[in-house]
């Protein structure tokens, strides 16, 4: 009885939140526009023979991996993607999250990790990949987001895509990109929002150098978790974390730090991380449109729903480097009841559809889902 009348109630899911203006899509035409441009140019941004992804350009490998859905999960966890429990094969990329491939002392420490998992059942949103039987997750290492609407991406990411010219020029560039920045381009005061946004990219520089197994991956944005909202976490298991051996990072020691790391340990060992999801519990502590703002564990607590295995594995010094390189991820790869919500999230639909198919594009390879791990792996896909 008293189980019943204490029993924690969830924010019910709201389609309004997947809703878009005549101005949102106008913004998101700009949005696209400017990724295109700079992946057309990215291969001289970069200083490389090949064209990038406009974020995340910089891969550190492709890893294969086991994802398996917890069984007896609670009636409000199991939803979606997670309702039937299970163990599928998957894919990994670890990624720097900057717009350049450069040494890894000037990129920063902002770093994703993009899962693919297999041979999952129901129709996906992702355009023209609707009998998709793959499923995405695209993750960061840092709980927030440095934007909240698509009115302000229009040109922060813009700013986004130039920031590694902004450090370059040390105080003065500092200067400019936060004038640019709070007054988008010198075309407006500054506003409470863009002071927001400008604090929140702030916090990337707080990035604590370390191993990028012993990071935590966020969605930064909401999904909507069957009838409920969520955001996502992926966390290293205490036992795995006790494994790495390879725990400091010193990116001025070399030109190529952190993918040794990440490699040296799988070579020696397995790894696992918890999936967990953080339900929301109440709008005004855990904001659907304000990712900026951190859900605090204390208010809204993450559960795991699911565990991310890395086997052990032979990975070759590049890090499988055609693979991870000619691989798609986007987080619209999923099922309805599983999608990304809020403002901001449905702009990455198109973004990273077109993101993809230019890149793919300009190399020259084509774009291709693979339906295994087998098939990601053989040699003569990509």
């Not at 339906?371 to 990601?376: D, G, I, P, Q, Y």
Request: with cysteine; aromatic share 10%.
């Amino acid at each position: 009885m008293l189980k019943k009348l204490f029993k924690t109630k969830y924010v019910p899911y709201d389609a309004k939140y997947i809703q878009l203006s005549a101005e949102d899509e106008r913004n998101i035409r700009t949005i696209t526009d400017d990724i295109k441009n700079y992946i057309a140019r990215s291969d001289k941004a970069s200083n490389i023979d090949y064209h990038t992804r406009d974020a995340h350009a910089k891969g550190y490998c492709a890893l294969k991996a086991k994802f398996e859905i917890l069984d007896n999960l609670p009636a409000e966890y199991a939803q979606g993607f997670y309702a039937k429990s299970g163990i599928h094969d998957a894919v990994i990329r670890f990624s720097n999250g900057a717009s350049r491939v450069s040494p890894d002392s000037k990129l920063g420490l902002a770093q994703g990790l993009a899962i693919k998992v297999f041979d999952v059942a129901g129709e996906k949103l992702a355009p023209g990949e609707e009998d998709s039987t793959n499923f995405d997750f695209n993750l960061i290492n840092h709980p927030v987001f440095f934007c909240n609407r698509i009115e302000d991406y229009a040109y922060i990411s813009k700013l986004f895509l130039e920031l590694p010219k902004y450090t370059e020029k040390g105080a003065r560039g500092k200067a400019q990109l936060a004038f640019n920045w709070l007054t988008n381009y010198g075309s407006r005061l500054p506003t409470k929002e863009s002071f927001k946004t400008f604090k929140a990219v702030g916090g990337f520089t707080t990035i604590e150098p370390k191993n990028t197994l012993l990071y935590d991956f966020h969605s930064q944005g909401v999904v909507r978790h069957g009838d409920y909202m969520a955001k996502i976490r992926v966390t290293p298991t205490k036992a795995a974390a006790k494994k790495v051996t390879r725990r400091e990072l010193d990116v001025n020691a070399r030109e190529e730090a952190i993918r040794p790391l990440i490699i040296d340990e799988i070579r020696e060992h397995d790894y696992q991380f918890d999936v967990q999801i953080q339900l929301c519990r109440h709008l005004k502590k855990q904001p659907i449109e304000e990712i900026t703002t951190e859900w605090k564990e204390s208010d809204a607590p993450f559960v795991t729903v699911a565990t991310l295995t890395i086997p052990c594995q032979d990975v070759p010094d590049d890090g499988h480097f055609d693979i991870m390189e000619n691989l798609s991820f986007t987080p619209f790869r999923c099922l309805e009841e599983n999608r990304p919500i809020g403002n901001l999230q449905q702009s990455r639909l198109k973004a990273y559809q077109i993101a993809s198919q230019t890149r793919h594009k300009l190399n020259d390879v084509k774009r291709r889902e693979p339906k295994s791990l087998k098939e990601t792996f053989d040699k003569s896909f990509f």
